[in-house]
């Protein structure tokens, strides 16, 4: 039978004893956990941020209409050359419209899916921004901009004017702040835009873009699909890209297969289209656990030598205990009874300092014009990463007790009380 | 008369640096309320017997039988279990928990026994110390008290449990004169008093001859 009221009341008399050891031992762990609530909580931010950067503008599927050569040459389709071995230089693309072939209809299909949140029409093309004797290249996308804002969250990145402006003004345009800035242009203003084609129009400047990627915010605006319909004379069935949100992104890349062999269009799903974000994710991860645990080890190692020279020192007391009818258990229960104070004190105190310090960073105003939507540093607080620390501080404060407490539990008392 | 102990053909070797024989072929018995005292010269094995008797060492050979029981091949934890109820052990040097007041140094053996609740535990202590006259040192540190003192707290620690034999290594080794004159009382007194086996192993010639038995012990005989 285990007493653990004597067994705890002589653990808590050696650590009270030797406090100045046990403060050290308890602030060692206390500093892993606290370290790692800290880092993981800034680092799972700082991803957030990140994925949401690109992947929360980012469609979870994509499906457009690619220019690509024929994979199939007329020669490999003819039976008198089957057995023939045949060469076909310089393969070109056969000229194709960017245009999506029944556009309206495959919306219609995707929406009535049950896995799709929405599926949102743009029609995307390169044109001229033209103000004054300047002359810039870019991307004019037509847009449904309300629905933009639902599902892709446009209106995060509008700085200044709004999705509603945009879809309430005929001929106006949502311009990138790089081109505003270029141009030295101002909300109000007109700017000329200029297909491919040739022709001018001009356009209504309701607000400004900022995504954050500044390659981006140089060419890209924003207008209603009609306007664009209307600078490139097209019928307004014309649609170059379609946009699927799903309800789990998980589904994306089946459905992006299936689309692919339906429709015979191109469908790239989110997670082909932005794989090295899920590899930068896995490396901050990783660093953030390297870190932890490395402080941890070094805390379990402070608490080994502590308990070592504890026992050490405690060898009289080892045995009078065991003469008086102790068992090697109940010795060793003592001892590690001692290292799972210090691991739960700690571990504690680490929770609340790594709390504390990731809340604390949570305020500091972290301003940059790359990211429109942040204002302070991300912090990603989650009860999950408290549950881990402790298990981490519980584990490794064992493991470090549990050595010196077999040696404590295995010290024979004649050896000891013979060397007096 | 009822027997306490009794060994029976104990042989003990050491192996190390040579092998060699500390204990040969010890056979006795003590006796219920019988107060035995040990003699002989240094090195003859007096301790190595007495660590062995109190089932603190169980590397040696023969039979040992506390209350008729054979304990002797008992395991460690049942060992543990018989030396905190029936054996009280006074060493030579006052094994005290210094960082442990008085009072909680004689209670932890009754609390690890756990027969009896914290405060009837706590009134045996206080009874114990009353008994040895040091009644007035229970909350003071073992660490603050003098060496007489602490060898007092040791006998009132052994006695906690009222334990069927108590046994002692030269107890009044380090003491001075008076103090050891007032340990040997005490054990006579409890010896007579309260019928307790008492096995002491002592140098002391005339603390000897005031006891019941005198086992006499040379190169690792008894003779
Ligand atoms: N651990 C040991 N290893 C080897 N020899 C020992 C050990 N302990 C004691 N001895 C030897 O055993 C003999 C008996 O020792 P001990 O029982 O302490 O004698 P006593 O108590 O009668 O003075 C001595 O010769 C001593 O040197
Ligand atoms: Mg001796």
Redesign the interface.
Same mark, same amino acid.
Not at chain 2, 111 to 114: D, I, T, V
């Given at each position: 039978m285990i007493n653990w009221n004597i067994i705890l009341s002589i653990a808590k008399t050696h650590l009270v004893t030797k406090l100045r050891q046990t403060l050290v031992a308890t602030l060692g762990v206390t500093f892993g956990i606290g370290s790692y609530i800290t880092l993981v909580s800034f680092m799972t931010g700082l991803n957030a941020m990140l994925d949401d950067l690109i992947l929360n503008q980012t469609p979870h599927i994509h499906i457009y209409n690619e220019i690509e050569p024929s994979k199939d040459q007329p020669v490999s389709i003819y039976d008198d050359f089957a057995s023939h071995l045949n060469f076909v230089r310089s393969i070109k693309p056969k000229i194709s419209q960017k245009k999506i072939h029944n556009a309206l209809p495959i919306i219609d299909y995707l929406e009535k899916d049950k896995d799709v949140l929405g599926a949102l029409p743009q029609v995307v093309t390169q044109i001229f921004y033209i103000a004054g004797s300047i002359e810039l290249g870019g991307n004019l996308t037509g847009i449904n901009p309300l629905e933009e804002s639902k599902y892709f969250n446009l209106e995060d990145y509008i700085i200044e004017g709004s999705a509603e402006t945009l879809e309430n003004t005929d001929n106006g345009i949502i311009l990138g702040i790089g081109i505003a800035k270029k141009m030295a242009l101002n909300v109000g203003d007109r700017i000329q835009i200029s297909p491919i084609s040739g022709d001018f129009f001009p356009l209504k400047i309701v607000g400004f873009y900022q995504s954050g990627i500044s390659d981006l915010d140089a060419i890209q605006s924003f207008t209603n699909i009609s306007t664009v319909q209307r600078i490139l004379g097209e019928a307004n069935n014309y649609i170059t890209d379609i946009n699927v949100k799903l309800k789990d992104l998980e589904k994306a890349l089946p459905m992006s297969q299936l689309i692919e062999q339906q429709f015979g269009l191109k469908a790239v799903d989110i997670k082909t289209a932005n794989a090295q974000f899920d590899t930068g994710t896995d490396i901050r991860n990783l660093i953030t656990y390297a870190v932890s645990i490395t402080l941890l080890i070094v805390a379990g190692f402070g608490i080994y030598n502590i308990l070592n020279m504890l026992i050490y020192e405690k060898m009289n007391d080892i045995a009078i205990l065991k003469a008086t009818g102790f068992s090697g258990k109940d010795v060793q229960l003592i001892f590690m009874s001692q290292a799972m104070i210090i691991g739960i004190l700690g571990g504690l105190l680490g929770l609340l300092i790594g709390f504390g310090l990731a809340s604390f960073i949570g305020t500091i105003p972290f301003e940059t014009e790359a990211l429109p939507t942040v204002d302070t540093y991300p912090i990603h607080l989650q009860p999950s990463y408290f549950i881990i620390g402790f298990s981490f501080a519980m584990v490794s404060t064992f493991l470090a007790g549990y050595l010196p407490s077999r040696k404590a539990k295995k010290i024979d008392p004649v050896t000891i009380i013979r060397g007096q | 008369m009822d027997i306490v102990l009794e060994a029976k053909h104990i042989d003990k070797y050491f192996k190390k640096p040579v092998k060699f024989q500390v204990l040969k072929d010890i056979n006795f018995q003590i006796k219920t309320g019988e107060f035995t005292s040990i003699m002989g010269k240094s090195g003859c094995g007096k &301790?190595t017997l007495l !660590?062995i008797l &109190?089932t603190?060492?169980t590397n040696y050979t023969g039979e040992l039988y506390l209350q008729n029981q054979l304990i002797t091949g008992k395991d @460690?934890?049942h060992l &543990? !279990?018989l030396?905190? %109820?029936h054996i009280g052990?006074v #060493?030579?040097?006052h094994? /005290? /928990? &210094?960082? #442990?007041t008085v009072l909680e140094n004689v209670m /932890?053996?009754a %609390? %690890? /026994? @756990?027969e009896k609740s914290v405060v009837d535990i706590k009134q045996t202590a206080q009874n114990k110390l009353k008994m040895l006259n040091i009644e007035h040192l229970a909350l003071k540190k073992a660490s603050q008290i003098s060496g007489g003192e602490k060898q007092r707290v040791a006998i009132a620690?052994a006695l906690i449990n009222n334990p069927s034999i108590i046994m002692g290594d030269e107890p009044t080794g380090n003491l001075d004169s008076h103090n050891a004159e007032n340990v040997f009382s005490i054990f006579k007194q409890l010896s007579e008093e309260q019928g307790l086996s008492l096995l002491i192993v002592t140098h002391d010639e005339d603390f000897a001859k005031k006891t019941d038995r005198i086992l006499l012990m040379e190169d690792g005989k008894m003779l």
């Open positions: - | &301790s !660590y &109190s603190m060492d @460690a934890t &543990s !279990y030396r905190n %109820k052990f #060493f030579q040097f094994y /005290l /928990l &210094s960082e #442990f /932890l053996p %609390k %690890k /026994l @756990a620690r």
